[in-house]
Every structure is written in structure tokens, then in C-alpha cells.
């Protein structure tokens, strides 16, 4: 009854990479799905791929091309200093040690954009992310983490792209940067944590509810406006302080401002934000893997 | 050892409503849920009552070895997609379980990724990694996949410009040089002209039978079904109903699809155009005859539904053998330039006043397409008999050594 040995090619180069690991089961999985890092690591060149795919078509067919990525910011910064700055009268309630150090509004102001505009992309397009790859989605097989994932990956080189141009503001004004730089690399980091984090429950959300795609806009700019993204916000009361550190994104903006601007560190808020952050990132990863399976059949 | 994939009592069930309206809303699921809390959670948990759920596939189990090429034949809608899409892990099976070995490259569609603003090269690229290859695998085989497509020319420039069959060739191209264990393949012989197709099945026979790859392969044209592949696997309405060798496999699909009854061609799975539709075929005998005989007369109908105004149409149908070969195509515009139609229920007649087909049963594909596409076209629209006349007026029986086309001759010696 068994065969007898193989022989039909006998001179075939064996291939003992792949050979030996890629047996594989497909069953219907229950419960818990882990996730797969093993094959997220032997995909990982498609993660740099996507990305650079996004970074690439995002400006085709544009007169100004990439300067859109350096204008985005710096229009939203005008814009917010324009309106927050002078006509609303923000600029001189900036906090006090930023007075002193004579910053300006605008710069102000351009640290908080930095990092909301990271976050805002990652909800935004993050989240419509699955939906606009359906013909993706119900074609091949590749790890879905990825495809939100590649989303922030782009917005972070936008982000990069308009830190440069962040840099370059400060010297023109001839802002020293303080030491605490350095955490600049780390802050960015947990900025696109929390928007692959939402980037990932909202993209599964809206496979299957498509009402997503109309509340996702909603939801950013509610939250730009509970985040200090234009206008400090630091109540006298310390329980409207503690309800506002809620937001993630409050202890996030407000830790950019003390590494790229000397503002004291907001250390309570940071460490929520970071909690939160962690906290989404698992819930996003346990959703999205709990309705990965049903992806094909609704996308 | 021998087996490369394991295929175990698979079932895939599809809930009807799901399909039918691709995405619930928020308020359906809420609402749902306000009103029969308990139904829901039963549901959720599986138990639910059977209705309104649709198995693509129930209970399909079969082997497949290592090194071989194996075809998956059956009618729209008998779950061959969904197989496949199954074995390539894009969806999960409900009930069953597979087992595969060795790396899977599966090609459902061809230039699946493909995006339209990015050049030829940055398309193979992106396209490569899509499918699991690494960037180093990729430039290694990059001038092969280039002179492969026969594209040379244009890797610069978007793919947005490209001719749809440049496209094709390309993405095809790709896809044909991953290097997988197992090769999973839909219907892509379908596209591309007759030239590349050729050459698509060259590169499938070389990948199967020259490494010693396994390949797994739905097709709807037989003759590449019965050269390709050692085995077939017929599927009907969701459950295997032969595996075996090919061409016994192919022969029994091409006899089952005879007892085509019903004449309403709207119920008939296919993607019509919006333009216009073939509602019903149908072979009339002549006038005071109530069959058609080798030689003799017929008269052809279409009922036809036209949405849009047709110009330069191009009407026609094919017969079949029992087993599968096409014995005979007429079509309009082989006498007729273009046939044009205003909007509304059409028929149009086609008669032929000498029938030159042996007797039997031929299956018949109907069409209307427009010089350079198809409008609508139905596989295995009816089937017609011929009944035996005495053609040649000698009485001589007619064998199958003799083909299936009559013709009057005249002898010398």
C-alpha cells in the first residue's frame, strides 16, 4: 500500500530551507489565533514593499509631487497659528517655561501636528486600509497584518519628511534643541504603535461594519479636539487634567513638546499614554486576528 | 511520504444573507441582537437553525502525490473557487482540514497587486514579494520573467499604459517563475492571446513535470485538462463526484452535462454584460416536422434581451460532442457583417438548410458578442438531438471512424 520511494527526480537540487518546515495544517481555528511570527518575519520584505508602494503612488500624478509631504504639515501649522495663535489669542498661553525660552507659536503648535498627523493617518487611512485591499484580500494569501501595518509605515516617512522640516523651522528661529531629543526616535515609535493599534481594530471593524467608514472621520477630528494639538490644554483643575490624560494622544503630543521643545515632561500623562497604548496594540491584535479568518468571505 | 497535499472531509459554508449583501451594518447586528438576544448567541455559537446557509463545499476529501498535476473540473458554482481559495489559505474551511507540504504559491487571478501608477519593474517587485518571493529571488530571476512576458521595452514605463495583454503577460510572467512545491492555478490559461497561452501551459507542463512539482489546476478547457494533468477531480454542487485519471474523469464530466433540461438560460451561473442577454436557444425543426435529421434542415432561435443599442453584432453557437469537442461553430458573422438591434426583447433566426452532423447529441454554447467582446455567452446552453436520416441514400451505418461532420463526395475512378 505505500508507495515506493520517490524517484521521478532523483537529481532535483533539494531545497532543505523550505523542505522540511512548510508542512502545514489548515483547519478551522477557535478561539485564540496566535500570531505567526515566524511568517510575518518570512514576509517581512512585503511589509517594506507595501510601504513603499503607498510612499511611491500617494504623490503621482501631482504637479508639486512630494512637496506635498513637506507642505501638509506646514500649511496645518500656518493655519493653526493663524487662527489658535492670533485670532483665538493661544499664542501667550503657552506654558510659561516656553515663554521664557521665547518660543514661538507656530513652533509650538508644529510639535503637536508632528505627531497627530502620524495618528490621524494611521486611524484614517489605517483604518479603510482592508477595504480599499479587497481585491487583495480575496486573491492571495500573505500576512493581513500587514496591509494596515504598511499604512503607518508610509505615514512615518511622511512624518520623518516633516520632522526635518520641523528641524529646519527651529533653527530659522534660532531655537536651541534641549538634550531630551534624543527620545524623539522613541516617541515616534509609540506614535505609530498607537496608530497601528487603532489602524488595526478599526480596519476589521470596518470589513465587517462598513459604518466605519463614515465614523472613522468623525472620530479623528472629535479627537483632534481633545488633544492639545492646536492650543495648550492644561486646566487648573486637576480632575479635568486627569480626565484629559486619558487620551493617549494627550501624554504622546505633550511628551513631543518636552523632547523637541524643553516643556516640562507631563510624566503621569506619559505613562498612561503608554499603558493605553500597550493595551490597545493587544486588544487590535486579538481583534484583528479574531476576524482575520472571515476577511475573504466579507471583504 | 508520497502525498503533497491531504484533503480531509472539507466543508465551507457560506451564510446565504452574507452573500447575497456583502456587508452588514452596525444597526443590522444591534438590532439583531436588541431583538432575539438568545437566537444570536446561539448562532454565534453554530448551533443555529441550517437555514439560510449555502455549502460551497460539503465533505470533499482527496490526495493529491507529490510531482503530480492534477485538474479540478466542474460547472460555475461547484466549488472549485472556493477549494482553491481554501488550500491557498485565503479563506478557512468551516469543517475538514488539509494538510499540504512543501511551499504554496497560489495564482487565483492574474496580476493580483498589480498597481496601475507603478512601472512594469516596480510591479514585479511588488507583485514578486505579494506572493511570497524574497527581493534576492526576485532579482535573480528578474531578466528571466522579463523575457518571459516580452516586455522589455516598457519595464519604465506605468503599467496604467500598458495593452491589457502586456498586462497579462507580465503578471503571468511573475507569477510563473515562484518557485513553490505546490503550484495552485485558476482558469489563468483564459487569458492572454493564443501565443502566450501556449505558453502559459509550456511553463505549467515544465514547472509540473521538469522539477517535479506538484500542481493543483481548474480549467474549463478540456484540452488543455486532458494534456496537462494526470488526474482530475470532478466536483458537483459542493461534493466530489469522481477523482481518477484525466481523461476518464473529463469524459464523464463532458457526459453529465447532457441532461441539460431546463431552457430558461437566466438561471444559468455567468457574468452577463449589461448590454445585452441570451434569455432562451432553442432548435425548431422544419415546419410539419417534429425532428432534425443528419442533412436536413433547422432553424435556430435566439430570445434575446437587449438593454443597450447594438451595432455590429455578432451572434452565435457552438455544437459539442457528447465528450467534449467542438464539432461545428456558426456564427453571424461569418455570412453577415454585423447585426444590429434596438433595445427589447429580440429573437433572431438562424436557418441552416443542411444540417451535415452525424446523429446524436451535441451540447450547445450560445453567444452574442460585439466585434472584439462577448456580451453574454452560456456554456452548455442546451442540448440538441440529431436524428439519423439516410444521408448518403445508401443505408450504410455511420461509425465513429467516420467523424462527426457529413459531406457529400463524388467518387472517380
Not at chain 1, 279 to 292: D, M, N, R, V
Request: proline content about 5%; some cysteine; overall charge neutral.
Amino acid at each position: 500500500m505505500e508507495a515506493p520511494p520517490q524517484t521521478p527526480s532523483p537529481a532535483q537540487t533539494p531545497e532543505p530551507a523550505s523542505d522540511n518546515t512548510a508542512e502545514f495544517e489548515i483547519r478551522p481555528q477557535r478561539g485564540w489565533v496566535a500570531i505567526d511570527f515566524k511568517e510575518l518575519f518570512h514576509y517581512r520584505e512585503l511589509l517594506f514593499f507595501l510601504t513603499w508602494r503607498d510612499v511611491k503612488v500617494r504623490y503621482k500624478q501631482t504637479v508639486l509631487g512630494f512637496a506635498w509631504a513637506i507642505l501638509q504639515p506646514v500649511m496645518n501649522v500656518i493655519i493653526q497659528t493663524v487662527i489658535f495663535g492670533t485670532v483665538a489669542g493661544f499664542a501667550s498661553k503657552i506654558p510659561i517655561e516656553l515663554q521664557v525660552r521665547k518660543i514661538p507659536y507656530a513652533l509650538f503648535s508644529y510639535a503637536g501636528i508632528l505627531p497627530w498627523m502620524l495618528f490621524a493617518v494611521g486611524v484614517g487611512s489605517g483604518g479603510n486600509s482592508l477595504v480599499n485591499q479587497q481585491n487583495l484580500l480575496t486573491k492571495v494569501y500573505f500576512p493581513r497584518l500587514f496591509v494596515p501595518a504598511s499604512v503607518i509605515g508610509a505615514a512615518l516617512i511622511d512624518t520623518l519628511i516633516s520632522l526635518a522640516v520641523f528641524l529646519v523651522l527651529m533653527a530659522c528661529y534660532h531655537v536651541a534643541p534641549v538634550w531630551p531629543i534624543v527620545f524623539v526616535p522613541l516617541l515616534l515609535l509609540l506614535t505609530s504603535l498607537a496608530a497601528t493599534a487603532m489602524a488595526f481594530t478599526l480596519s476589521s471593524l470596518t470589513v465587517t461594519y462598513r459604518d466605519f467608514r463614515f465614523l472613522i472621520p468623525f472620530m479623528v477630528s472629535t479627537w483632534q479636539l481633545i488633544s492639545p494639538v492646536g492650543y495648550p490644554l492644561d486646566p487648573h483643575r486637576q480632575w479635568i487634567r486627569w480626565l484629559l490624560r486619558l487620551n493617549p494622544m494627550y501624554g504622546i503630543i505633550n511628551a513631543f513638546r518636552s523632547a523637541l521643545l524643553g516643556q516640562h515632561w507631563d510624566f503621569p500623562g506619559l505613562v498612561i499614554s503608554l499603558a493605553e497604548v500597550a493595551g490597545l496594540l493587544i486588544f487590535g491584535l486579538y481583534y484583528f486576528k479574531k476576524t482575520e479568518r472571515r476577511f475573504a468571505d466579507i471583504a | 511520504m508520497a502525498a503533497a497535499i491531504t484533503i480531509d472531509g472539507i466543508s465551507k459554508c457560506y451564510q446565504i444573507g452574507l452573500r447575497a449583501q456583502p456587508y452588514h451594518t452596525l444597526r443590522d447586528t444591534i438590532m439583531a441582537a436588541v431583538k432575539s438576544p438568545f437566537k444570536r448567541l446561539r448562532g454565534m455559537a453554530g448551533n443555529g437553525p441550517d437555514q439560510g446557509k449555502f455549502w460551497a463545499l460539503k465533505d470533499v476529501s482527496f490526495e493529491v502525490e507529490r510531482g503530480e498535476v492534477i485538474g479540478i473540473i466542474g460547472r460555475n458554482g461547484a466549488g472549485k473557487s472556493t477549494l482553491l481559495k481554501i488550500l491557498s489559505r485565503i479563506t478557512e474551511p468551516t469543517e475538514g482540514c488539509a494538510k499540504l507540504k512543501g511551499r504554496v504559491a497560489s495564482l487565483l487571478e492574474v496580476g493580483t497587486g498589480f498597481h496601475p501608477e507603478l512601472t512594469g519593474r516596480e510591479n514585479v517587485y511588488l507583485n514578486g514579494a505579494i506572493l511570497g518571493m524574497h527581493k534576492v529571488e526576485i532579482d535573480r530571476k528578474f531578466d528571466e520573467i522579463v523575457a518571459f512576458a516580452e516586455t522589455e521595452k516598457f519595464l519604465d514605463t506605468p503599467v496604467k499604459y500598458y495593452s491589457s495583454g502586456m498586462y497579462v503577460r507580465l503578471a503571468f510572467a511573475v507569477a510563473a517563475h515562484l518557485e513553490p512545491e505546490i503550484l495552485i492555478v485558476d482558469e489563468v490559461l483564459a487569458v492572454g492571446d493564443q501565443e502566450f497561452q501556449k505558453k502559459c501551459m509550456g511553463r505549467i507542463q515544465k514547472v509540473a513535470q521538469g522539477d517535479g512539482r506538484t500542481v493543483l489546476f481548474v480549467s474549463h478547457n478540456m484540452g488543455a485538462l486532458r494534456r496537462l494533468c494526470d488526474r482530475a477531480v470532478y466536483l458537483r454542487n459542493g461534493t466530489v463526484e469522481m477523482v481518477g485519471e484525466a481523461n476518464a474523469v473529463v469524459d464523464t464530466y463532458m457526459n453529465s452535462t447532457i441532461g441539460v433540461e431546463d431552457l430558461n438560460l437566466l438561471t444559468r451561473p455567468r457574468f452577463p454584460s449589461l448590454v445585452a442577454t441570451l434569455e432562451r436557444f432553442t432548435m425548431v425543426p422544419p415546419l410539419g416536422k417534429e425532428t432534425v435529421v443528419s442533412g436536413g434542415p433547422a432553424t435556430f432561435e435566439f430570445l434575446l434581451d437587449v438593454k443597450e443599442p447594438v451595432q455590429n453584432a455578432c451572434l452565435g453557437f457552438m455544437f459539442n460532442s457528447e465528450i467534449g469537442y467542438r464539432v461545428l461553430g456558426l456564427n453571424s458573422r461569418l455570412e453577415l457583417r454585423g447585426i444590429t438591434l434596438s433595445p427589447g426583447k429580440r429573437t433572431v433566426r438562424c436557418r441552416v438548410d443542411s444540417l451535415p452532423l452525424k446523429p446524436g447529441r451535441y451540447i450547445m454554447d450560445v453567444e452574442i458578442r460585439s466585434h472584439a467582446k462577448p456580451y453574454d455567452y452560456v456554456e452548455h446552453a442546451t442540448a440538441v438531438d440529431v436524428e439519423f436520416d439516410d444521408f448518403y441514400g445508401t443505408g450504410e451505418m455511420l461509425w465513429n471512424y467516420e467523424g462527426s461532420i457529413l459531406h457529400r463526395t463524388t467518387w472517380e475512378t
